[in-house]
């Protein structure tokens, strides 16, 4: 899917869902879906020129008499603020935009209910029985075309996850075992589950102060003020720094940890966010996310500089490069 994060929530006792997460769309079928039909989505998760008719093409007929529920999201082109959502039965897509948030459901409608949005910042796909809320952020789908069983799937833009060449049956274990089932993965040749050890997440220095090593979320700004509900990194670091000019808005970058990731994000600050790599200088959009790796700073303005460091004992530069 264009520039975005992937996650999954698996809650004991809630609605299952069969989800398939491809370049162009992320789809989610009630719990066990039909294998030919998961199949036959997750053979057009690498198509890059995928056209909404022939996703909805995979979805048996018979939805229009049977009782089974689907929700799927499509991207018609590289701008991730723009999706086509569908929804059938029960399913649903929670959208986040900067005039709140919203819930898409069938409202009756066979086959299924269909509708274009814009200005999206974060949407959730689940059942319609969970409430409504913010994204907050699960586990980390790390590959960009997966296939999984959850309760819910969130998306967020502005860091990729990365690339695979073939389906990744992330794992299920964390529903409950009598109504998991793995779901096969034909496709992958011997060795496909094997991945390299996760790289040492980065230590970070705010304005010249002591480094630290991140944990869940962390907060810089004038007077950075940690939300009213926690979210799913529970209370946030809060660090207050300095801006004569006032330049630096009062909570103005998010520090947090996702999965083996570090994860940058402008809040919306009022000068912005600049970035500061191995490529040209670069300004986040308001409200962006990108991945940090060693050897990046951010400069938040007034001679705020955010570093990105090398942990202790590790002395080679990381493989990785940012996401800009």
Do not use: K
Not at 161 to 166: I, R
Not at 192 to 208: I, M, Q, Y
Not at 292 to 320: K, W
């Amino acid at each position: 899917m264009p520039r975005g994060t992937v996650s999954s929530h698996a809650v004991p006792g809630a609605v299952a869902w069969d989800a398939i997460v491809g370049e162009r769309f992320i789809a989610i079928l009630s719990a066990p879906a039909p294998d030919e039909v998961v199949a036959a989505l997750a053979g057009l998760a690498g198509d890059h020129e995928l056209a909404l008719e022939r996703l909805i093409e995979q979805i048996p007929a018979r939805l229009d008499v049977d009782d089974r529920d689907f929700a799927l999201v499509w991207w018609p082109g590289d701008e991730p603020a723009e999706v086509t959502a569908v929804a059938r039965g029960g399913a649903v897509v929670d959208l986040e935009s900067p005039g709140g948030s919203r819930r898409f459901d069938a409202r009756g409608i066979r086959p299924w209910h269909l509708a274009e949005f814009h200005d999206v910042s974060g949407l959730r796909l689940t059942g319609g029985a969970s409430p409504l809320g913010s994204i907050t952020g699960g586990a980390v789908v790390e590959h960009a075309r997966a296939r999984l069983r959850a309760s819910a799937v969130e998306w967020r833009p502005g860091v990729s996850s990365a690339d695979a060449d073939t389906i990744y049956a992330a794992p299920a274990a964390a529903l409950d075992a009598d109504t998991v089932r793995a779901l096969p993965d034909p496709a992958a040749g011997p060795g496909a589950d094997e991945v390299s050890p996760p790289a040492p997440l980065p230590w970070v220095r705010v304005a010249g102060g002591e480094p630290f090593a991140p944990e869940g979320s962390v907060l810089i700004g004038r007077r950075p003020g940690a939300p009213r509900i926690p979210g799913a990194h529970g209370a946030p670091r809060l660090i207050a720094v300095d801006s004569p000019g006032r330049i630096v808005s009062s909570t103005h970058l998010e520090l947090r940890v996702e999965g083996a990731r570090l994860v940058a994000s402008d809040l919306r600050s009022t000068n912005g966010t600049t970035v500061v790599g191995p490529r040209a200088p670069r300004r986040l959009r308001a409200g962006e996310s990108i991945v940090v790796v060693p050897g990046m700073s951010l400069d938040l303005g007034d001679g705020t500089i955010v570093e990105i460091l090398q942990p202790p004992g590790v002395d080679h530069p990381t493989r990785d490069r940012p996401d800009t």
